[in-house]
């Protein structure tokens, strides 16, 4: 499985960014997935993660009313939507598929990883 994060870079507290990932080799749909984010000198959490069956999504607290998690199988691809941008979210995000149910959101529970796009958030 390869995986490919993209969309971070600079941006302006308030502000938004799309990030995606894409799989090649490999199709996301009826796969869990799951975004990550990790800190300068923090743990690697769980931002969103979304069921193979598509029935439910999980967000963190953080991110709450301002992420949204969607996927296009046409596309083969993840996408995870960052709206009002706050200082705090500025971390590297990873996406990282399940071989199992992918619960809890958390990265023990996620086997296979992309190398992580940049989100800085900062005036």
């Known amino acids: 499985v390869q995986l490919q994060a993209s969309g971070g870079g600079l941006v302006q507290p308030g502000g938004s960014l799309t990030l995606t990932c894409a799989a090649s080799?490999?199709?996301?749909?009826?796969?869990?997935i799951g975004w990550f984010r990790q800190a300068p000198g923090k743990q690697r959490v769980g931002v969103s993660c979304?069921?193979?069956?598509?029935?439910?999504?999980y967000y963190a607290e953080f991110g709450k009313g301002r992420f949204t998690l969607s996927r296009d199988n046409d596309k083969n691809t993840v996408y995870l939507q960052m709206n009002n941008l706050r200082p705090e979210d500025t971390a590297v995000y990873y996406c990282?598929?399940?071989?199992?149910?992918?619960?809890?959101?958390?990265?023990?529970?996620?086997?296979?990883w992309g190398q992580g796009t940049q989100v800085t958030v900062s005036s």
């Open positions: 990282a598929t399940s071989n199992s149910i992918g619960r809890p959101c958390q990265t023990l529970y996620y086997d296979n």
């Open positions: 080799e490999f199709t996301l749909e009826m796969t869990a």
């Open positions: 979304i069921s193979s069956s598509d029935v439910d999504t």
